[in-house]
């Protein structure tokens, strides 16, 4: 785990509890690896789009809605973390 | 002749300010307090499900709560001047801006978000409907209630009106200034307050919504009311 990556998970932390209105989870209570909808947090198909539209305007990250890998890709804020990463390094 | 009864077995109002039930005894003949932007309790809904709801949702919630809390199934009228247009205003000005609208917003943009949020929390699946009809609107949702009520004297039913400022860019629009404010209502079989509603064709709207007159006249300060909208005016009495 190096620090670009820790630093990442703990924006997206932040993010969700912001676009996601979670007034009263802090960034520490989110797991990284812990499924974000469903179990875990609890969140629903409404949150999924909002993170995607959040995810979009903070991290200019791209999503195609008929990507296959997108549920596992929003698995938990581990694997976001590494899709931004992805994207972020075939950019550079 | 217009009009009919209507038999109210219980009430609850709540306004920024006018917190609770001896606040609004001692409301009548004022003005509404100043709009600090404070909203109501709604902590009988669960945090995932209160988390997005807006101030007119959580005003509606919250006094529909206190009428309802008692009851296990209540069928209801939620209605509303204008309902959800400030998360609608939201959105516009995200796609003005060419940036992608909240979905969340996008979900309880509706007028019957309250009415689902509470069907949903109460786990009660009595019919519903959803009201807006200009300044008009607590009148015939009134009238809607009590032509849902059957001669059984068990049956009920739950109104609840509320409404807040109108984004700046409507204000223009209207000729009301709506404040906000919500009523909540339990409608029962009988007889108590008639409503009688003639033609305005000379008097100018009065500057309060036909919430706020009916309050009045619940609050006991006055036997008989009459409020003029842009259309019609109405006569509350006893």
């Known amino acids: 785990m190096n620090e670009a990556s820790h630093k990442l998970e703990a924006a997206i932390k932040v993010l969700i ?40 305007k903070h991290f200019g990250l791209t999503l195609a809605s008929n990507d296959p890998a997108i549920k596992e890709h929003f698995r938990s804020v581990g694997s976001l973390a590494q899709l931004i990463a992805n994207q972020r390094a075939n950019q550079a | 002749m217009n009009g009919f009864n209507i038999n109210i077995s219980a009430s609850a109002a709540w306004a920024p300010g006018l917190d609770d039930a001896a606040a609004w005894r001692a409301w009548p003949g004022k003005t509404l307090p100043l709009d600090d932007g404070s909203a109501p309790d709604i902590r009988f809904i669960d945090a995932l499900l209160r988390r997005r709801l807006g101030r007119l949702s959580r005003m509606a919630l919250h006094v529909a709560n206190r009428v309802a809390a008692e009851w296990i199934s209540l069928p209801t009228v939620f209605a509303s001047r204008h309902g959800e247009l400030s998360r609608t205003v939201s959105m516009l000005h995200a796609l003005a801006a060419e940036t992608s609208p909240s979905p969340a917003a996008f979900s309880l943009s509706v007028h019957n978000s309250a009415a689902g949020i509470f069907s949903i929390v109460r786990g009660d699946h009595a019919p519903s409907t959803a009201l807006a009809a200009g300044d008009e609107t607590l009148l015939w949702a009134l009238l809607d209630a009590t032509a849902r009520l059957t001669d059984d004297p068990d049956s009920a039913i739950l109104l609840v009106y509320a409404d807040e400022p109108l984004a700046t860019e ?69």
């Open chain 1, 17 to 56: 509890i912001d676009a996601l209105q979670l007034e009263d989870i802090q960034p520490e209570d989110i797991d990284t690896d812990a499924p974000l909808f469903g179990e875990g947090l609890g969140l629903d198909s409404i949150d999924a789009l909002e993170l995607g539209v959040a995810l979009k």
């Open chain 2, 170 to 238: 409507y204000q223009s629009y209207s000729s009301a200034s709506a404040s906000a404010h919500a009523l909540a209502l339990l409608l029962r079989p009988g007889e108590g307050i008639h409503l009688e509603w003639t033609e305005n064709r000379v008097r100018a709207p009065t500057p309060e919504p036909l919430s706020l007159t009916l309050l009045t006249h619940l609050l006991g300060q006055r036997e008989k009311l009459t409020w003029h909208g842009e259309r019609l005016s109405v006569d509350i009495h006893a």
